[in-house]
């Protein structure tokens, strides 16, 4: 387990900087990370199937998931993870592809073919991870009716 | 990638030793992969095709989208089995520690980290997945935490 150090959790008026884009950006602390959408169906979910190789009926089969206690099919958990590597690439780029971690990613509640997902986050501070610097973000995928479906921490060196 | 779960004998937990490890799992980074994934994902990042973008950023080729980190650790442990039905995903971590680019084919290894039954007699399983590119350079590791369903 990383040995994790928060330099500062609550000084909201500290920055740090992180390269977006090819452009240098201040972040403050409390800040929002972008906002994506995403609109979940079926179609979706059999084509995250075919590329990622699950074809658990739960995910694919209509029928059947009827019959299980989801009473219906249910998104890939992973799917959630792809959609939160493209929320911090949009924020931060090559420093995420090349050094981020996303740590401590829980599943919460099941995402299900009609829902409108939002996917995003907030600046918590920067801490030391191994003692290299990191600005921290709460991220999470978040259902039409506000339930959480899915959270975690995101760490982006700078 | 399309290989139906009926087709492999199931993964059963009394088969996750702890530190059981499986055999190299290679997984090409091509176009057509990553055209596919950018498709159904919806994330286009210029990083991943455009050529402007990843030279300015000092890359001759361009980057394998990190959220494949999404697909290859399962596929690395289940090569030669299918998952069995009822599975929970509770809890996974990514680090990214250098790039992958489109054209590399990444070796992949899963261990079985710790395989326990808790005290509600659910089967916790826990793999650790390491990723290499094709310099030999490690690019990524990644823990699942799962509840295995039997």
Redesign the interface.
């Known amino acids: 387990m990383a040995r994790r150090r928060l330099v500062n959790i609550v000084a909201s008026e500290r920055t740090n900087s992180l390269v977006q884009g090819g452009l240098t950006v201040r972040s403050q602390n409390g800040l929002r990370l972008p906002e994506l959408y995403k609109e979940i169906d079926q179609e979706k979910i059999n084509n995250w199937a075919a590329i990622s190789g699950d074809f658990n009926r739960l995910h694919v089969d209509p029928e059947y998931a009827r019959t299980t206690s989801f009473g219906g099919t249910i998104a890939h958990g992973p799917m959630a993870l792809a959609f939160l590597n493209e929320l911090m690439m949009s924020w931060a780029g090559a420093k995420w592809a090349i050094g981020g971690r996303l740590l401590d990613v829980r599943f919460k509640a099941p995402i299900r073919p009609g829902e409108r997902i939002k996917i995003s986050g907030t600046i918590k501070g920067n801490c030391d991870l191994d003692g290299k610097p990191y600005t921290e973000c709460e991220v999470y995928v978040q259902k039409p009716d506000g339930i959480l479906a899915v959270v975690g921490r995101a760490f982006v060196p700078f | 990638?399309?290989?139906?779960?009926t087709e492999k004998p199931e993964l059963l937990f009394a088969e996750l030793v702890p530190g059981r490890k499986f055999r190299e799992f290679y997984f090409p980074v091509s176009d057509d992969?990553v055209q596919?994934?950018m498709?159904?994902?919806?994330?286009r990042?210029?990083?991943y095709w455009d050529a402007t973008?990843f030279r300015?950023?000092g890359?001759t080729k361009p980057?394998?989208?990190?959220?494949l980190?999404?697909?290859y650790p399962?596929?690395s442990y289940?090569q030669d089995h299918s998952?069995p039905?009822?599975g929970?995903?509770?809890?996974?971590?990514?680090?990214?520690?250098?790039?992958a680019f489109v054209g590399d084919t990444l070796s992949v290894r899963a261990t079985v980290a710790s395989a326990e039954i808790d005290d509600k007699e659910r089967k916790r399983v826990h793999f650790f997945i390491e990723a290499k590119n094709g310099d030999g350079e490690k690019i990524s590791e990644v823990n699942i935490h799962a509840i295995w369903p039997k």
Do not use: W
């Open positions: 990638m399309e290989e139906r779960v992969l596919h994934y498709n159904v994902v919806g994330d990042h210029p990083l973008a300015a950023q890359f980057l394998a989208p990190p959220g980190a999404a697909i399962r596929a289940l998952m039905s009822g929970i995903l509770v809890k996974q971590e990514f680090k990214f520690l250098s790039p």
